[in-house]
């Protein structure tokens, strides 16, 4: 059974940085594409960013190129996303997501493209 479990969320002044962590279980984070994903109130669930195993290529949306790197320690079977320079309008639940094994992706995915989904990690930017 597949298991994401993500950590490191919390409050954090405008301008700082955080880590969050996602531990895969039951899962082979280097055959497959893992991502995180954002949502906060009132708004639809949007990717972040993405790694693909495959390609070893990196996705990003727009909002936080520059500011936010994923990485994957394939040896730990876990995804990190370091966020530096927070905005208010980072504050949102992070989801770590990932595909089936064996499915890549070619850009930001959509939540639909997801087959796993962790509880999320709560974010908060103090302005």
């Known amino acids: 059974q597949v298991q994401l479990v993500e950590s490191g969320g919390g409050s954090v002044q405008t301008g700082g940085s955080l880590r969050l962590s996602c531990a895969a279980s039951g899962y082979t984070s280097s055959r497959s594409c893992m991502g995180w994903f954002r949502q906060a109130p009132g708004k639809e669930r949007e990717a972040v960013a993405a790694i693909s195993r495959d390609s070893n290529r990196l996705y990003y949306t727009d909002s936080v190129k520059g500011r936010f790197t994923i990485s994957l320690d394939n040896a730990k079977n876990t995804l990190y996303l370091q966020m530096n320079s927070l905005k208010p309008e980072d504050a949102a639940m992070y989801y770590c997501?990932?595909?089936?094994?064996?499915?890549?992706?070619?850009?930001?995915?959509?939540?639909?493209?997801?087959?796993?989904w962790g509880e999320g990690t709560l974010v908060t930017i103090a302005s």
């Open positions: 997501a990932a595909r089936r094994l064996g499915l890549y992706c070619r850009g930001v995915p959509s939540s639909y493209e997801m087959n796993y």
